[in-house]
T-cell receptor, first 110, second 117 residues
Framework: ELKVEQNPLFLSMQEGKNYTIYCNYS?????LYWYRQDPGKSLESLFV?????AVKQEGRLMASLDTKARLSTLHITAAVHDLSATYFC??????????FGAGTILRVKS | GAVVSQHPSWVICKSGTSVKIECRSL??????MFWYRQFPKQSLMLMAT?????????EQGVEKDKFLINHASLTLSTLTVTSAHPEDSSFYIC?????????????FGQGTRLTVV
């Protein structure tokens, strides 16, 4: 059974600082997703990582995937208040279903 | 990206009544749709996988007689919460994959906030 562990579960950051969210998964998969969720809203797709070594960047967020280590990271550079949200990673169980991590609540303080 | 429309976005119902939530893929056909439930400050939990023209596959612990899923066409799946109780109050989210393209990402609906009073 595929399990996805995400940490930290809560992250309080100062504006301008950098930090990384980690996503580990237990069985082989070559497809991983990062989503953002604002309070009361559904999921917003951030990144789709399709292969080992994939790296994608959008603004202050950068995601990477290491399929051999079964690890993905979401790096936040110079955080701003607008990045406050809950971030989820999800791993594709070979086209069947997505298994989600517990989520990381990010709060960026001024 | 592809659009998945979920309706209603919120609903309040009385205990004992039933509520139907619709999930439509607007610009693609979806052989498979997924239904998730999310409690406050928790992650998404898959309830069931809805397959067009066949019975849904329910995750362990999800009552199939309480959460009725119908996937009558390639663009529409419905979730009916029968005899709703306050503990069914939650955020329900559907997602769909494009049937015409193998292993594409799943697209998510806007979610439905169900409150049972």
């Amino acid at each position: 059974e595929l399990k996805v562990e995400q940490n930290p579960l809560f992250l309080s950051m100062q504006e301008g600082k950098n930090y990384t969210i980690y996503c580990n998964y237990s069985t082989t998969s070559d497809r991983l997703y990062w989503y953002r969720q604002d309070p009361g809203k559904s999921l917003e797709s951030l990144f789709v990582l399709l292969s080992n070594g994939a790296v994608k960047q959008e603004g202050r967020l950068m995601a990477s995937l290491d399929t051999k280590a079964r690890l993905s990271t979401l790096h936040i550079t110079a955080a701003v208040h607008d990045l406050s949200a809950t971030y989820f990673c999800a791993v594709d169980e070979y086209g069947n279903k997505l298994v989600f991590g517990a989520g990381t609540i990010l709060r960026v303080k001024s | 990206g592809a659009v998945v429309s979920q309706h209603p976005s919120w609903v309040i119902c009385k205990s004992g009544t039933s509520v139907k939530i619709e999930c439509r893929s607007l610009d693609f056909q979806a052989t498979t749709m997924f239904w998730y439930r999310q409690f406050p400050k928790q992650s998404l939990m898959l309830m069931a996988t809805s397959n067009e023209g066949s019975k849904a596959t329910y995750e362990q612990g999800v009552e199939k007689d309480k959460f009725l899923i119908n996937h009558a066409s390639l663009t529409l799946s419905t979730l009916t919460v029968t005899s709703a109780h306050p503990e069914d109050s939650s955020f329900y989210i559907c997602s769909a994959r494009d049937a015409g393209r193998t292993r594409t990402e799943a697209f998510f609906g806007q979610g439905t906030r169900l409150t049972v009073v």
